[in-house]
């Protein structure tokens, strides 16, 4: 799920003196912990994010202008601009007049600098020739070949794979659009054809992440839609020029629908963010920016921006950067793990009082872009300023001792003992504010499951148990967490997940109720099962109820019903007959088998792998079914006293399932004509019971059909006849 949190205003965006919109940033590039600031003119400056504050600002020449935005190089942490497409500078933080700084005169023009982490800067000329800052520095005058003549460049972006820098770039030539692909070390340059399908309308924004050694460009068109492609980093050696498809991923607005401007961000591999204006004056609001997952293509956030934008956005860490009518605006949002529950807002359990609530407060947002705060410390209310905040964090961290963060923790599991993990993760618990809580927590799960399977004999069962009744997890967030409990036995973790998991698949459902039904009840006696779920219902279970209660019609239930007009008399006098007084489970099992019942399933999915159940663990089944459909019969709500009991409706979807499942078998063996029995003369009781009903029902109606004559006197009866 991704969803939007605290917002605040970094900067006033220079040319915003008038009373129309500013035409927008030349760019914005992340600087370390800091961002770069390049205005379309001739200024860059440097601010500090978390304090709102400008740390340096430099220009150059009147009459000269920046022609591409200010980047930072991170290995030297020097910043690089270009001016006049061709003057490149390189200046320090600690420098004040960029006369004074190094200054190189290029033979090409410029289109982009692209900062690399843990790389120099790559320097994309406008003719396509791609040069690393060293290697340009060392010959600023050498000759750079043009790539090609008629070509002009859209858009370009750096990657890195296999810790190998590269550029990818668009370019456009008589509506044509064209992908190239270059890697700097070795230098290698693949060309690619977009194919442009059924789409005219503009091409507005693209954005790229790196998966499996494949770019995946998404690219935004003016009528909404987003188009994903498909970029090989490796082409074959061939002549003939390779054609891309695009497919339709989302597509934002209705049919019809023109967006002026707008821009497209990667935030993760799962969501990216829009921030659009319509071109329409229909529309209520003018522009917006809006949070989408790209797994399963659904809006999960969007936020209108009354004051217009000119529709550029960038994402740097936790921070989403937008203009915001003449600001530039930080949107701080959460992205956690995509799931199915996620997307249809079901991955959040209900809280209970022995959960503990975690919440992120962003005022509290530390430099190096971790949450740390405790428990008992409140919200800041909106009415604080932001300087009361930044001293309240420096007065906590003094009288507080900083908590173990998530890294700590990760590096700890790997080589410490299952004792000292389980002190550490329950201080980490109940100690610590986690930022991106599911995150975070699905880390650790992930961590202890890897070394569960590089040593067997490691398995901290009390940590895996702690860490789900967290809440707010899913299957698919640890898949392998319901796998290595079964390996295990671990009867309580199982139970927990069925508890807890929305989104369980169901071979590992069915396999937790082969395990369950497989297990003796003397095994489970001795395990921490709480049995008060089905206190209410089985404690006598075991004990024949009195015979001067055995005659007395519940419900439409009696035992004389059952005997009346049996088609086979023989069958009640079977040894293996089922008394529907008798829990056939014991109370432990009967609490785990109730959490496979109450558990979300598809009947399509759920059937084929109820047929791996052996025909002993199908009659034993069945009649555990059976004893909690006679007992919901005896209850006049129907419903099974304490938390975590199936619904009768429940109890019945399983019964048929099973029977489905099993049909043939059933019905041949021997062990299970009793209880096919039984419950044919259940069934057939409570058919003539509802039938009573149906007429109790029809004798109603007509009552109120009847017009009740005007009372003559005070006093009279009446007798009214049904015929």
Not at 255 to 261: D, I, L, N, Q
Not at 315 to 328: A, H, M, Q, S, W
Request: charge should be negative.
């Amino acid at each position: 799920m991704a969803a939007f949190c605290e917002e605040f205003t970094l900067c006033t965006l220079a040319g915003a003196g008038g009373s129309a919109l500013p035409q927008g940033p030349l760019g914005l590039e992340p600087a370390r912990d800091r961002v770069l600031l390049t205005d379309r003119g001739r200024t860059v400056t440097l601010y500090e994010v978390s304090d709102q504050k400008p740390l340096g600002c430099w220009s150059v020449k009147q009459g000269q202008n920046i022609t591409c935005p200010a980047v930072c190089n991170f290995e030297t942490g020097e910043f690089v601009l270009v001016h006049d497409d061709k003057v490149l500078q390189i200046w320090k933080e600690d420098d004040t007049n960029l006369d004074k700084v190094f200054k190189a005169t290029l033979s090409a023009d410029v289109y982009r600098i692209h900062s690399v982490p843990n790389a120099e800067p790559l320097i994309l000329f406008k003719n396509g020739a791609v040069k690393n800052l060293d290697a340009l520095l060392a010959a600023p005058q050498q000759e750079i070949k043009n790539v090609f003549s008629n070509e002009v460049i859209r858009w370009s972006e750096a990657f890195t794979e296999a810790e190998k820098p590269g550029i990818v770039f668009i370019t456009e030539q008589d509506a044509n659009c064209f992908i190239y692909v270059q890697h700097n070390n070795p230098n290698m340059l693949h060309k690619f054809k977009l194919d442009q399908g059924d789409e005219s309308s503009t091409m507005l924004s693209f954005a790229v992440y790196l998966t499996n050694k494949t770019v995946t460009l998404l690219c935004l068109y003016s009528s909404g839609c987003v188009y994903k492609v498909l970029v090989p980093l490796q082409q074959n050696d061939s002549e003939e020029q390779h054609i891309l498809p695009k497919s339709l991923l989302i597509r934002l607005e209705e049919s019809g629908t023109t967006f002026k401007h707008a821009s497209l961000t990667i935030l993760d591999k799962n969501h990216f963010a829009v921030t659009g204006c319509l071109d329409s004056s229909e529309k209520s609001f003018k522009a917006w920016v809006s949070l989408w997952n790209i797994k399963f293509q659904t809006l999960q956030d969007s936020k209108e921006l009354p004051l217009g934008s000119s529709g550029q956005c960038w994402c740097y860490g936790d921070r989403l950067f937008v203009t915001y009518g003449k600001e530039l605006k930080v949107i701080l949002y959460k992205c956690e793990t995509s799931s199915l529950a996620a997307a249809l807002g079901k991955i959040q359990s209900s809280p209970t009082s022995e959960t503990k609530l975690l919440s992120v407060n962003w005022n509290m947002l530390q430099e190096d872009g971790l949450l740390c705060v405790q428990p008992d410390q409140s919200v800041p209310t909106k009415g604080e300023s932001k300087r009361l905040l930044r001293s309240r964090r420096t007065t906590g961290a003094k009288t507080q001792l900083e908590p173990l963060t998530v890294e700590q923790l990760l590096l700890l599991i790997k080589n410490s003992s299952p004792n000292e993990i389980e002190e550490k993760l329950m201080n980490f618990l109940s100690n610590a504010q986690i930022p991106d809580f599911q995150i975070s927590v699905r880390n650790i799960i992930l961590a202890l499951m890897n070394r569960c399977e590089a040593e067997q004999a490691f398995y901290p069962s009390n940590c895996l148990v702690q860490l789900v009744q967290m809440q707010g997890l899913s299957y698919s967030m640890c898949p392998g967490l319901m796998t290595v409990a079964l390996e295990k036995t671990d009867i309580c973790l199982l139970q927990l997940c069925l508890q807890q998991f929305p989104d369980i698949p169901e071979a590992v459902t069915c396999a937790c109720l082969r395990t369950f039904l497989s297990i003796s009840d003397h095994s489970l006696g001795e395990m921490n099962i709480n049995i008060d779920y089905v206190a209410g219902y089985i404690d006598t279970a075991h004990n024949r109820k009195k015979e001067d209660q055995s005659n007395v019609i519940q419900n439409g239930f009696s035992s004389e019903l059952l005997e009346e007009n049996c088609c086979d008399s023989q069958l009640t006098q079977k040894s293996h007959a089922i008394d529907s007084n008798f829990c056939p489970v014991g109370p432990q099992k009967a609490v785990l088998l109730n959490a496979i019942l109450c558990s979300a399933y598809s009947e399509a999915f759920l059937l084929p792998h109820l047929k791996d159940l052996s025909a002993e663990q199908v009659i034993l089944f069945l009649q555990y079914l059976q004893f909690l459909y006679m007992k919901c019969s005896e209850q006049a709500n129907t419903d099974l006293p304490g938390m975590f009991c199936p619904t009768i409706n429940q109890i019945m979807d399983w019964m048929c399932l099973v029977l489905d499942a099993h049909f043939t078998m059933v019905v041949m063996l021997p062990e299970a004509k009793g209880l096919l029995s039984s419950l044919h003369k259940f069934v057939r009781a409570q058919v003539r019971f509802y039938s009573e009903l149906n007429k109790i029902e029809v004798s109603l109606k007509e009552l109120q059909k009847i017009n009740n004559p005007k009372d003559v006197d005070l006093y009279s009866i009446e007798v009214l006849k049904l015929v």
